[in-house]
């Protein structure tokens, strides 16, 4: 496998290239790290999202924008496909890095996080990444500075000229499109923590709504959570079977039903104290090579609609 952080540097350089068309801005901080305003001042849009996604999943998996329903509804869903699962959705787009700084608080994905390598999926997937550019997708309400480049750049073993930050809320239209391109992934991270081998996994399709913004962020990481749990629709094609296939999927957790938001509150506010079968696809379907299909769960529109605030 080449370098993913090579193949995404090629789509941020798109984006530098079209950032008027995209609604995005870029800007170079005093140590010549490249933050990139996805959706924190910038506006961004459906284009620049599914831009941030494929930048997230390193350029590994094809992301599109399709019209379906949500409760008799037409709505945008993102649709991702990859023939590279754990490294596009669990070496890159999973959000694994925690960046908190006085008056920064972020959480990272995309190809840099394989320059550290620190992380599980990195020693049971047994892929590591060396380059000379570091790509971290950032889920902030503000923008980073050079504390927080500097900090990327002394992690991923790269110079600060060589950090580059595309940066969104989770309130704004590329925060809800970004999470809706994570159907597949959370499916992938569900089966890495029942134990089984990602690298058995040999293509995985997800597709979930796209969320409604909102500007409070307690609520857009509520709808657009729900919409993965409520909405998200994922198959994978796997090498072997297992008896753990019905655990993928929300339904199979003990709080089904109850809103993210409810959740988030009743954690105090604090996502890591939300427990991890909550971030899980509402629907999915295992094909098993030269054996079995199974399908659990299903799409539940009425709790779609009640997040989403549909009249």
Not at 20 to 26: I, K, P, R, S
Not at 77 to 86: C, Q, S
Request: glycine share 10%.
């Amino acid at each position: 496998m080449d370098s993913i952080n090579r193949t995404a540097i090629e789509l941020v350089d798109e984006a530098l290239d079209f950032a008027g068309e995209l609604n995005v801005a870029a800007y170079e901080l005093e140590n010549e790290a490249t933050v990139l305003d996805f959706g924190v001042q910038a506006d961004g849009g459906i284009e620049a999202g599914i831009l941030l996604a494929e930048i997230q999943t390193a350029g590994l998996a094809n992301v599109t924008s399709t019209m379906d329903r949500v409760a008799g509804t037409p709505r945008p869903f993102i649709e991702v496909t990859t023939d590279h699962p754990a490294i596009a959705l669990l070496c890159s787009q999973k959000a694994g890095w925690e960046l908190e700084f006085d008056g920064f608080e972020g959480l990272g994905s995309g190809p840099a996080r394989a320059l550290v390598g620190r992380e599980t999926e990195f020693e049971r997937i047994g892929y590591y990444d060396e380059f000379e550019f570091a790509t971290l997708s950032v889920e902030s309400t503000a923008l980073p500075d050079e504390t927080v480049a500097e900090h990327v750049a002394d992690l991923a073993g790269v110079e600060p000229s060589g950090v580059f930050l595309p940066t969104f809320a989770t309130g704004s239209i590329v925060g809800s499109v970004t999470m809706a391109a994570r159907a597949a992934e959370l499916a992938m991270f569900r089966l890495l923590e029942l134990g089984y081998d990602p690298t058995d996994v040999l293509t995985a399709s997800g597709s979930a709504p796209v969320a409604p913004v909102s500007y409070d962020e307690d609520v857009a990481m509520g709808r657009t959570n729900d919409a993965i749990a409520y909405g998200g629709e994922v198959y994978l094609r796997v090498a072997r079977d297992d008896a753990r296939f019905d655990e993928l999927v929300s339904t199979a957790r003990d709080d089904y039903g109850t809103p993210f938001l409810e959740l988030f509150e009743s954690a105090d506010w604090d996502l890591y104290d939300v427990p991890e079968s909550v971030f899980a696809p509402a629907h999915v379907t295992v094909d098993v090579v030269d054996g079995p299909t199974y399908t659990h769960g299903g799409v539940d529109d009425a709790m779609l609609a009640e997040s989403f605030g549909l009249e």
